[in-house]
């Protein structure tokens, strides 16, 4: 039994070690046409000064698309945050923007657009966006608010409505300051 042992054992070795033997001399095997010949490029490397000019308006192209790609992300997390939403779900149960815009009311536009800062960390928010209502009204929103410290709810100041150069102001609707 331990004579087949041993047959086997050396079998496996010796399979093992003529495998790794042909792996090692495929790799070093260099097979040229002529062998007289070195091997060398038989064409001219490009001109790296070539095409100068349309190399520059391709990096430009890119730098403008990368920034405009930039301004989009950053617009994107404008309109999911939940100041807009409070803003929009406020806008959507007040009677008076209803009478004005009608039922449904949401951002105008293909693309909708968060103008001005919206700084939820350093308690700044002054921004205005475009709104478009059921009745195919359109009008833009208007807030401004602070807070001194991450502690305390936001201070509305503005917080208005402009629809056809008729602004009305959300905070006086309900007769007191609010805040989010």
């Not at 693309?111 to 478009?132: A, C, H, M, T």
């Given at each position: 039994m331990?004579?087949?042992l041993?047959?086997y054992?050396?079998?496996r ?10 792996m090692?001399?495929?790799?070093r ?7 007289s ?11 790296p000064?070539k ?6 308006v391709?990096?430009g ?6 920034g ?6 950053f617009n994107?997390?404008?309109t ?7 803003t929009?779900y406020?806008?959507?149960?007040s009677?008076?923007?209803r ?12 693309v ?5 800062e ?8 002054n ?54």
């Amino acid at each position: 039994m331990l004579k087949l042992l041993g047959s086997y054992s050396r079998q496996r070795i010796f399979h093992a070690s003529r495998t790794s033997n042909f792996m090692l001399s495929t790799k070093r095997a260099l097979v040229l046409k002529d062998k007289s010949r070195p091997m060398r490029i038989d064409r001219e490397l490009p001109d790296p000064t070539k095409d100068k000019v349309k190399r520059r308006v391709q990096l430009g192209a890119f730098f403008i698309a990368m920034g405009v790609s930039l301004a989009c992300i950053f617009n994107y997390e404008k309109t999911q945050s939940p100041i807009i939403s409070n803003t929009l779900y406020h806008l959507r149960r007040s009677a008076l923007t209803r009478d004005l815009l009608g039922d449904s009311i949401d951002f105008d536009g293909l693309v909708p657009w968060v103008y001005g800062e919206l700084n939820q960390v350093s308690g700044d928010i002054n921004i205005r966006f475009n709104i478009k209502g059921s009745k195919g009204v359109r009008g833009m929103v208007k807030l401004v608010a602070d807070r001194e410290n991450k502690n305390q709810e936001f201070l509305i100041h503005e917080w208005s409505v402009t629809v056809n150069d008729k602004k009305i102001d959300l905070l006086s609707e309900e007769g007191e300051p609010k805040t989010l």
